[in-house]
Each structure stands twice: as structure tokens, then as C-alpha cells.
């Protein structure tokens, strides 16, 4: 499967990278207009997950319309760490097929401190 990771934030696109590269073949955008670029340069894309918020004045939601304009089979995933509900109907009028927290990213960041109190903040 191919997949297009869109977000801003390097951590996470290298995070979600690394989780999917071992059964899935990803390319990585850090923003919109560059995610929308290398989507329409390649249109043999199984899922893309966007990031809602970001650079470039392309919200998430737009990318989820744009790519399921050119082709409506493909699946598409909002990631926010935004309220849940509210991130869940803005994915939905947009066409997305599911959405993702991004508040376990955190979580993790939590449970690592709370363990090693130690380890710089």
C-alpha cells in the first residue's frame, strides 16, 4: 500500500514514517500545497492521513476534499489534537474515511517523564 503523510511537524511525520515504512511504501509532506503537489504528480496512492492545521493556509480538511475530487475511491484520514468531536465532523463533511488523535503522541511524552522524573523537559 502507498501512503501520503501530510504534517507539519517533522517529529511526527518521521514518527509515522517509521511506524508505517515496515509493511508500506510512504512519502512525507510537510505541508498542504507540497502534500496536494506530490498527490497529483502521483495519483496511485491507497490513503492519505493530513494533519488538520498547518502552514500554507491549506487547512487538512481541504486536502481531503482536493484528493477525493480526483479520485473518490481513495481513503483519507484527519489527525488533530484538536477536540475530538468537532475534528470528527469537520472530517466528515469533508469526505474523510476516518480520523486519528494526535494526543497520544503526548501521552507518550507524559508517561516517559512520569517514569524517568530525571530526564530533561
Excluded: C, Y
Excluded at 497529483?40 to 502552514?55: A, C, G, Q, S, Y
Excluded at 487547512?59 to 476534499?65: K, M, N, P, Y
Excluded at 483519507?76 to 477536540?83: I, N, P, R
Aim: aromatic fraction near 4%.
Amino acid at each position: 500500500m502507498k501512503i501520503l503523510v501530510i504534517d507539519d511537524s517533522e517529529s511526527i511525520r518521521f514518527l509515522m514514517e517509521e511506524i508505517l515504512k515496515k509493511k508500506h511504501q510512504v512519502i512525507t509532506a510537510n505541508h498542504g500545497k507540497e502534500g496536494i503537489e506530490i498527490f497529483e504528480k502521483n495519483h496511485d496512492f491507497d490513503l492519505v492521513i493530513t494533519d488538520r492545521n498547518m502552514p500554507g493556509g491549506m487547512l487538512g480538511e481541504e486536502v481531503i476534499r482536493r484528493v477525493k475530487l480526483s479520485n473518490p475511491k481513495i481513503k483519507a484520514v484527519l489527525m488533530s489534537s484538536q477536540d475530538e468531536e468537532e475534528i470528527a465532523r469537520i472530517a466528515m463533511a469533508a469526505g474523510a474515511d476516518t480520523t486519528l488523535n494526535k494526543s497520544f503522541l503526548f501521552d507518550v511524552e507524559s508517561i516517559i517523564q512520569n517514569l524517568f522524573p530525571a530526564l530533561p523537559r
